[in-house]
């Protein structure tokens, strides 16, 4: 059996070490295929890698589907073209399975289960995520199918968490993209048991986007639950938010012209303070 990796603690400001540590483990497992996102955590282990390592050792793999935002891949099409990346775009198929579709508690292990299983069949190389040590902390089913496709996690590997990877972000002159928000993928924002659709994702999108763009809230999550879309507001945007101010939201977010999509007739639109993962319910 092959021995776990031994982790390392590196102090948040010793980036030095940060990037030392992450440059000998990307050396030991390469070639690497590394799944990218599009948000700061894997654009940054990307980054890396193809400078880190010789031609032909890194492969970026990005893939598209109604959860990932368009403006997450053009992200990644950007940075590949700048960086000179080998990048593969692909559809992984997650939304042929129906086992994904229902939206058990651990749909994210379908969601990565499929997205790993597609990068597989593209390379031999090792297969490479972002997750970092603050995510250790969260509900993650998406760790337990890495696991079974043997994906090495080199941020926890080298004991980073968020901050230490936006710091080495910035050091890698990869400018806003250090301070991009944690945008988990929309599937994400939908109640466990209801059904994942494409077009609930572009609604849940496009009410956010319209949400960012007249409060510039620092955290804003449109959840779907039973019976009603729920607004999830940082503490301080909330707090600025009269009953007056909701109520004219509201009527905003039910007439956005260009959703495609719109909210229910009937549906109640509530305000909340945001809770990380306050779509799972476990049972």
């Keep these: 059996m092959t021995k776990a990796p031994e982790l390392y603690a590196p102090d948040p400001v010793d980036l030095d ?7 000998d483990i990307l050396r030991n497992v390469q070639p690497v295929a590394i799944a990218v996102s599009g948000g700061v955590d894997s654009l940054t282990l990307a980054t890396l890698a193809h400078r880190v390592l010789p031609d032909g050792a890194s492969a970026m793999f990005h893939a598209v589907s109604p959860a990932v935002p368009e403006e997450a891949s053009a992200r990644v099409r950007a940075l ?37 299983e597609a990068i597989h069949r593209l390379t031999d190389a090792t297969i490479l995520s972002g997750a970092n040590q603050d995510d250790l902390g969260e509900y993650r089913p998406g760790l337990e199918a890495a696991r079974l496709f043997r994906v090495r996690h080199p ?40 059904r994942i659709e494409a077009d609930t994702l572009r609604l849940i999108h496009r009410v956010e986007q319209a949400i ?22 940082d503490p301080q945007t909330l707090g600025q ?43």
Excluded: M
């Excluded at 070490?17 to 440059?23: D, K």
């Excluded at 007249?214 to 507001?233: D, F, H, N, T, W």
């Design 212 to 233: 960012a763009a007249s409060l510039k809230p620092q955290v804003v999550r449109c959840r779907v639950r039973r019976g009603a879309i729920v607004i999830e507001l």
């Design 80 to 116: 590949a073209q700048r960086e000179g990346w080998s990048l593969t775009v692909f559809d992984a198929g997650e939304f042929g399975n129906e086992n994904y579709r229902s939206n058990p508690v651990n749909r994210c292990f379908h969601c990565k289960h499929s997205l790993y």
């Design 17 to 23: 070490g940060i990037e030392g540590r992450l440059n």
């Design 155 to 194: 941020y926890v590997e080298a004991g980073l968490a968020k901050a230490d990877v936006r710091a080495l972000a910035a050091r890698l002159g990869l400018g806003n993209i250090a301070d991009l928000p944690a945008a988990p993928c929309l599937a994400s924002r939908v109640e466990s048991g209801i």
């Design 241 to 283: 938010l009269s009953i007056d101010d909701q109520d004219r939201l509201t009527c905003h977010l039910r007439s956005l012209p260009d959703a495609g999509v719109a909210i229910p007739p009937g549906t109640a639109v509530r305000y909340e303070r945001y809770r990380v993962g306050s779509a799972f319910l476990h049972t």
